[in-house]
């Protein structure tokens, strides 16, 4: 048994993987750009691995993608490879519609030909399992309702309005062909390995260096949080038992505003880093100006998942803020290296094109 896993060494590519290696005996054959945040560190414990294959190339390479399915011949295909910072889209679109639009649509055609291919019973089991995003639908009043599956997309973002064509595309697959698609909408995700640009992950190691702690506008955009280890196991529920061209919701019930994030992060280390000279961490909190086109508020609706598949959040806010402060603290060089990669490949000029 085999699964495609394409982005995964990106931030919750990566986790995915690791899960997987750690509760299942199948191959799982990782396919990854390896642009700014894809970093093989982050997969070093799976070096010696023989049931993990690490490939490095892009998802717009269909010669390359049809090559892989057909020698291997997986039961399923994760797509996390995407473009994945709002600001990032802003200051550059381009990548953002070459990988997540064309780079999807690429990835779609190869399967398609290669589902085409297998045996009846072998087509019945195929999954195309795409992971998207909440914002895809756009921003939220204070007293509206959270996101639905049947949420009309309204992105505010050229991220957000690239994942939406990049799920329609995917939606398309399995009404024209037939192809067994299924679609995952995820809010905020947060945990070990994140790349530093993130709001989280930022926070941390803005704070231990004595660094500003930017806050957008007022502070009050909402998020709901969700810890990446829920959300594999999510990933993985709908994998198993989703039902074929249906769309879920995947949240972590933890709406926060921004501020409270800082705040709780600078708590956390002022105990966990008494020795900090920096010290109470919140005196460095400083207020900029917010970005275009700034959502408000996501919130994510869940019910869906948890009630036809079971699923729902075990770690809340509190405890896993705590865990990934602890494992910032604890694997400072990761987050050197990784940061180092980032100037080395801009240095030389290198596009990012991937997560």
């Not at 966990?272 to 010290?279: G, H, M, N, T, V």
């Amino acid at each position: 048994m085999t699964i495609l896993v394409t982005g995964g060494a990106g931030f919750i590519g990566a986790n995915y993987v690791l899960q997987q290696r750690r509760t299942q005996d199948e191959l799982v054959l990782n396919l990854d750009k390896l642009t700014y945040a894809g970093n093989l560190a982050t997969l070093s414990t799976l070096q010696s691995d023989a049931q993990h294959i690490f490939v490095q190339g892009d998802i717009g390479d269909r010669a390359l993608v049809q090559q892989l399915l057909e020698q291997y011949q997986p039961r399923a295909l994760l797509n996390f490879a995407a473009e994945t910072h709002v600001d990032r889209s802003i200051d550059g679109p381009d990548a953002f519609i070459q990988t997540n639009i064309l780079g999807t649509f690429h990835l779609l055609e190869a399967t398609r030909s290669y589902w085409q291919s297998l045996q009846p019973s072998a087509q019945e089991n195929f999954r195309f399992l795409h992971i998207s995003t909440d914002e895809v639908f756009g921003t939220l009043g204070p007293d509206d309702p959270p996101f639905l599956e049947t949420t009309a997309y309204a992105p505010n973002s050229p991220y957000s309005a690239s994942k939406a064509s990049s799920d329609h595309l995917v939606r398309s697959y399995f009404h024209t062909y037939n192809l067994p698609t299924l679609i995952t909408n995820c809010s905020n995700n947060y945990g070990p390995h994140q790349f530093p640009e993130k709001l989280i992950p930022l926070m941390i190691l803005n704070a231990l260096e004595g660094k500003a702690l930017p806050i957008y506008g007022d502070g009050q955009n909402i998020r709901d949080w969700l810890f990446v280890e829920d959300h594999c196991r999510a990933i993985d529920q709908v994998l198993t038992t989703g039902r074929p061209g249906e769309t879920y919701n995947i949240g972590g019930g933890a709406e926060k505003p921004n501020i409270w994030l800082v705040k709780q992060i600078c708590a956390i280390l002022d105990e966990l880093a008494p020795e900090s000279e920096f010290a109470p961490h919140s005196n460095l909190m400083t207020f900029v100006q917010d970005r275009p086109g700034h959502d408000r508020r996501y919130a994510i609706d869940f019910r869906k998942i948890n009630q036809e598949l079971g699923w729902s959040p075990q770690v809340t806010i509190e405890s896993g803020l705590r865990q990934t402060v602890q494992w910032y603290l604890a694997n400072r060089a990761w987050c050197q290296a990784v940061t180092a990669n980032q100037y080395e490949r801009q240095r030389l000029g290198l596009a990012s094109s991937e997560k």
